[in-house]
């Protein structure tokens, strides 16, 4: 039923669209993006061509390309792979587009080639049977040497762990960011490894007692009609850290439109439709991320963990930051 209202308001909302199509390529696992774009090809008659891979791999796809390229649109998962394409020039001035206005300054890049489509939030799990979570409020306690051999998190070369460390740095300065990884490594229960998803279930089976993850993989979790995962979300807690400081980090899933989209009006109507309420709110649902459009309601899931105050920081800055974060979490032995 929400899908066929999502359907019939966009129609509405974009009105009858000229015939042709729109390249996306997009770095989004296509299960994730697929349903939204199927959703734009109804409503418009826009035929929609994707492209999925790894979004490193995309960019010198596009990169090489070159004029040639049919690429429209650029979806991306991480701030930090937005600035690397950007870095590429692979990404065009959007221009003075209305769906801009609906998203907030911090979630736009400055130079106006890419924007947010959706956030997530990078939190603290915890397990209720073997650790009290009043002992952790912000991400700095995760270096205390008091919790060694506790912690489970991904490895440094995840781009949402850069992006972390990239607003430590922005946040603490070098020297405080580099003691923080260092006592984050200190504290890894084991040899980073897997997914968000395996951090939260390592805690649930008892390899450790906290990990960092993005909030949408819990969600999914919880969502999971599997016993399995059900007993997961049962045995785990979550903390929002830094609620009395700078926030919770977040990032987002971003897009732009390519520097020789050959189907511009396409591109633009897609962008527009990506950022629709109904958009937002169908996207929220399937996917548990948080929509970056005020007024655009979050999961039912993702309500039932709690208003929380994000991290304002500027997404420009994770990308911008993110080699020195790199280069930061190596000297730290972050594997």
């Known amino acids: 039923m929400l899908k066929s209202l999502v359907a019939a308001s966009l129609l509405l909302a974009l009105g009858a669209q000229a015939a042709g199509q729109v390249n996306v390529y997009s770095a989004r696992n296509e299960a994730l993006i697929l349903p939204l774009l199927e959703q734009f090809e109804a409503s418009t008659g826009i035929d929609v061509r994707l492209i999925t891979g790894g979004a490193d791999e995309l960019v010198t796809r596009m990169k090489s390309e070159g004029v040639a390229s049919p690429a429209d649109v650029f979806i991306t998962v991480d701030a930090g792979r937005a600035q690397r394409a950007k870095q ?32 997530r939030a990078r939190t603290i799990f915890y397990s ?39 607003a430590q740095i922005e946040h603490q300065g070098d020297a405080a960011a580099l003691d923080w990884a260092r006592g984050m490594v200190a504290n890894m229960a084991r040899k980073p490894s897997g997914g968000d998803t395996d951090q939260i279930k390592a805690v649930a089976a008892g390899l450790c007692d906290i990990a960092v993850a993005n909030t949408y993989y819990f969600g999914r979790l919880a969502a999971s009609e599997s016993a399995d995962d059900q007993a997961v979300v049962d045995a785990v807690g979550m903390i929002w850290p830094d609620q009395s400081g700078a ?62 105050k994000a991290d304002g920081l500027s997404l420009e800055v994770l990308g911008v930051n993110n080699p020195a974060a790199v280069k930061l979490m190596d000297k730290a032995g972050w594997l």
């Open 88 to 119: 590429a020039g692979v990404l065009a001035k959007l221009g003075d587009q209305d769906f801009l206005s609906r998203v907030p300054a911090p979630y736009q890049d400055a130079d106006n080639e890419w924007v947010a489509l959706s956030l």
């Open 128 to 166: 209720k049977a073997r650790f009290d979570p009043s002992q952790i409020s912000n991400y700095a306690d995760l270096a205390d040497p008091k919790f060694k051999g506790q912690l489970c998190i991904r490895s440094s070369g995840n781009i949402y762990n850069q992006s972390l460390t990239a």
């Open 247 to 308: 926030g919770t980090h977040v990032n987002a899933s971003l897009a732009g439109i390519a520097s020789y989209s050959p189907n511009r009006d396409n591109a633009e109507a897609l962008l527009g439709f990506l950022l629709s309420d109904a958009a937002q709110t169908f996207y929220a649902e399937i996917n548990h991320e948080f929509p970056v459009v005020t007024g655009a309601l979050p999961s039912k899931t993702m309500r039932n963990l709690g208003a929380f």
